[in-house]
């Protein structure tokens, strides 16, 4: 026994030898690593942009003629831009990091324990490295099963992407504008919201809006695909006779009960299911005066 417990102490101390080794040679992989080498590094191009560009001076600004107004605000929004840009591609490397980090250690720890449980003749040593291989395993599996962490990242910079793609087309569709409809102060502030559209929060809140409205979408569909006794409401047959005369759909009658249903602007259902509802009679009814079909 006491010859078990040597070998346990020697192997701990290849184990604690091995983790680091395992650990750099991993972090050193192109996978792990932010991207290829930069020209200049992040921290020297922000501070020659803080120089360069500074903050802006709206004294200046306001002096200047209205043309050259155009040309100072358009320079100094597309430098701020490029600014975000080399924020937002340290921020976006760090939580592609952080998805491929997680775990590293553990499993790197996982790994040397093997190594070492692989160095141990005596059984009852061999077993107490492969449990504790088998313990560090199963930690990393439930962290990564509990928050998701690996796909939570990637919708996350998915939508701030796309985020920004968003926020940036609406600016630069702009810099044509003159000074008098594209003031400084508003394209501040839509640069403002270009730099939240690469933030967590921003994502989120896009993301919910996004599902908030898909849910709602089917919600609706799912109402119109109820199954409901056809109304024999008489504005309503008219309606339906009217709009498919002879089998042949009528879109100029169509566009026309459209127009009309724009003076109810509460109302959120197809016209198909107010031609066929019997909840919609008086609807249906009020929409075939509006349109001439009844007096």
């Known amino acids: 026994m006491l010859v078990s417990w040597r070998l346990l102490w020697r192997a701990c101390i290849r184990t604690l030898w091995l ?38 001076d709206f004294n200046r600004y306001y002096r200047l003629a209205p043309e050259e107004r155009i040309s100072y605000r358009n320079n100094y929004i597309t430098a701020r831009k490029y600014a975000i840009d080399i924020a937002y591609s340290n921020y976006e490397a760090s939580l592609t990091r952080e998805q491929q980090s997680v775990g590293v250690l553990s499993a790197d720890a996982n790994i040397a324990l093997n190594s070492a449980a692989s160095l ?20 990393k599996s439930a962290y990564s099963d509990e928050v998701l962490q690996k796909s939570t990242i990637q919708l996350l910079q998915t939508q701030m992407r796309a985020n920004r793609a ?23 502030s839509d640069l403002e919201e270009y730099y939240r559209a690469g933030t967590i929060p921003g994502a989120l809140l896009k993301a919910q809006a996004t599902i908030s409205a898909a849910e709602q979408s089917a919600q609706d569909d799912k ?24 089998g042949k759909y009528n879109t100029e009658l169509e566009k026309k009960l459209l127009i009309a249903l724009k003076s109810h602007p509460d109302v959120k259902v197809k016209l198909a299911v107010i031609v066929s509802d019997p909840r919609y009679s008086e609807l249906a009814a009020e929409l075939a005066r509006d349109i001439g079909l009844i007096p």
Not at 21 to 45: H, I, K, N, W
Not at 120 to 139: D, R
Not at 234 to 240: E, G, T, W
């Open 19 to 56: 983790a680091p080794l395992v650990y750099s040679q991993s972090s050193c992989t192109p996978s792990l690593q932010q991207g290829p080498d930069r020209l200049f590094t992040s921290a020297e191009e922000d501070a020659n942009l803080r120089h360069q560009v500074g903050l802006p």
């Open 223 to 246: 109402q119109e695909a109820i199954v409901y006794q056809i109304s024999k409401a008489p504005a309503q047959v008219l309606l339906r006779n009217a709009l498919a005369p002879g």
């Open 120 to 139: 141990v003749a005596p059984v009852g040593t061999k077993n107490i490295l492969s449990a504790a291989a088998a313990g560090l395993t199963g930690a």
């Open 166 to 188: 968003i926020a940036w087309s609406n600016i630069i569709r702009r810099l044509g504008d003159s000074d008098a409809s594209y003031p400084m102060a508003l394209a501040l």
